[in-house]
């Protein structure tokens, strides 16, 4: 994902509904960052481990004393070499413990193989990924989304973007994930976009009557 082809899905998107026009132009084109190289992807996938579950400020301070336990690089060999007393006096739940440990046992011994993963496609990685203990499917969409930097991810499991869709279009309640999936289906192929947008929206709000006036 460029940010070429971000913009231009931005625009795409604009031109084809009036609250994301509002949107992109309060918020600008999506900035999802750089893509993640292959070799820093399994340090992207221990950090999605660590961040389940938890709020933004605690979840960076228990990543980064998960690195500093590990030896301040994030690989197969230096998590299966760290005790599981050290990751759980990092600050890891013995669920996260497990689940790093098992990402770096599986990864190591070729079973997820991602230096390969970003070749398939998204339900491939999926599958690939919720092999291993701790990963579920919106953790393998996390992944997609953030590390691949895949266009089409519609990650209805999360909260924020379940919530920021319902403010941004008007519903008159945060939608279940079964209710929010076939609301996407006209956002295709850049519903990665339009979740990014949603996530915006939670986190620093657009004015309600601008959302209300373009989603009538």
Excluded: N
Aim: net charge positive; proline share 7%; with cysteine.
């Amino acid at each position: 994902m460029t940010r070429p082809s971000l913009t231009a899905a931005a625009a795409v998107l604009a031109a084809a509904d009036p609250v994301l026009d509002d949107l992109v132009r309060h918020y600008g084109p999506p900035r999802l960052g750089r893509r993640t190289h292959t070799t820093e992807r399994f340090a992207a996938l221990a950090r999605i481990i660590c961040y389940q579950q938890l709020a933004g400020r605690a979840a960076r301070v228990i990543h980064g004393r998960f690195v500093d336990a590990v030896g301040g690089v994030v690989t197969p060999a230096t998590v299966a070499a760290t005790p599981t007393a050290a990751l759980r006096a990092a600050g890891l739940s013995a669920a996260k413990a497990a689940a790093v440990a098992d990402l770096a046992d599986k990864v190591g011994s070729g079973l997820v193989p991602l230096e390969r993963i970003g070749r398939l496609g998204d339900e491939e990685v999926i599958d690939h990924l919720v092999q291993i203990r701790g990963i579920g499917r919106w953790s393998a969409e996390m992944f997609l989304l953030g590390t691949l930097r895949r266009l089409d991810v519609w990650p209805v499991g999360d909260y924020g973007v379940r919530a920021g869709f319902a403010t941004a279009w008007g519903l008159p309640e945060v939608p279940a994930p079964a209710s929010l999936h076939p609301l996407g289906e006209q956002f295709r192929p850049y519903r990665s976009v339009v979740a990014w947008y949603c996530w915006r929206v939670v986190d620093t709000p657009v004015p309600v009557e601008a959302l209300s006036a373009a989603a009538s």
